[in-house]
């Protein structure tokens, strides 16, 4: 049975503010909970209805049952899904920037504003393969419960950091940086390199000024009909896609 502290400290992790304090966040449903358990995240609870029998083979983790009422009180979501976790965001304790990366293909996100595009980002990372994404400290909160949601485990697989973005595309000189932009050239005429960065804008205003100077390629996905824009998480899947069939 849940406590009336246990449900107010859950309740607390909807809030960003309150995931920062403590350096946890949700996980919720039956499929992320068993991506949870097959990954490297600490887990400290797991709260689940009497219907969720999945047994559980890592130790310390404390497994309370809720009734379905009490674990709609603690859920983001309107009708969840048997179970939810609380999980220790990663420790990033190395420092990202104290060398230049290894040769690779890299994602940027300048101020990424939505948790759907974000969570979307992260899982089409994944399924190409591209194992680091860094986004600027503007971005959206990647353990935003609904980014979780939408990155389908993917966020247990992908690193993603919060950098400055300048001072990472100056400390790696040698990774030339491709900008998404309306105006510039067409990914399917244009040849790009293996190792780089890939770099997506906010969804309304693109990619800041400040990062311009650092752009080695402005490129752009053409249209070829009448759609204003793409969806920022649609043209990062079109854009890695092009990338990858290329080098292979």
């Keep these: ?47 689940k209805t009497s219907s969720w029998q999945t047994a559980i083979q890592r130790g310390k983790i404390e497994v309370i049952e809720v009734s379905e009422e009490d674990l709609r009180k603690i859920s983001t979501h309107e009708n969840p899904n048997q179970v939810l976790a609380v999980a220790h965001m ?35 990372a994944d399924w190409f393969g591209v194992k680091h994404i860094f986004l600027s400290e503007s971005s959206v909160d990647i353990y935003n419960p609904k980014v979780v949601s939408a990155a389908k485990g993917s966020l247990f697989r992908v690193e993603c950091h919060y950098v400055d973005l300048a001072q990472l595309f100056n400390s ?17 005429k244009h040849e790009m390199a293996a190792n780089a960065f890939i770099l997506i804008g906010n969804e309304a205003n693109g990619i800041g000024e400040d990062l311009v100077p650092f752009i080695t390629e402005r490129i752009s996905i053409p249209n070829f009909g009448n759609a204003e824009s793409l969806n920022a998480a649609v043209a990062a899947g079109i854009i890695i896609g092009e990338f990858r069939r290329k080098i292979e």
Excluded: W
Excluded at 12 to 39: A, I, N, P
Excluded at 172 to 188: E, H, R, T
């Design 90 to 124: 990663h420790d990033r304790k190395t420092d990202i920037m104290a060398q230049p990366l290894p040769d690779a293909l890299y994602l940027g996100c300048d101020s990424l504003s939505d948790p759907g595009n974000a969570g979307t980002i992260i899982r089409t």
């Design 1 to 47: 049975m849940i406590s009336k502290q246990q449900l107010s400290f859950v309740r607390s992790l909807h809030q960003k503010k309150y995931r920062q304090m403590y350096g946890k966040f949700l996980v919720e449903g039956d499929k992320l909970v068993h991506e949870l358990l097959e990954s490297s995240f600490k887990i400290e609870a797991i709260f």
């Design 172 to 188: 790696n000189p040698g990774l030339p940086v491709y900008g998404a932009f309306m105006d510039g050239k067409s990914i399917y």
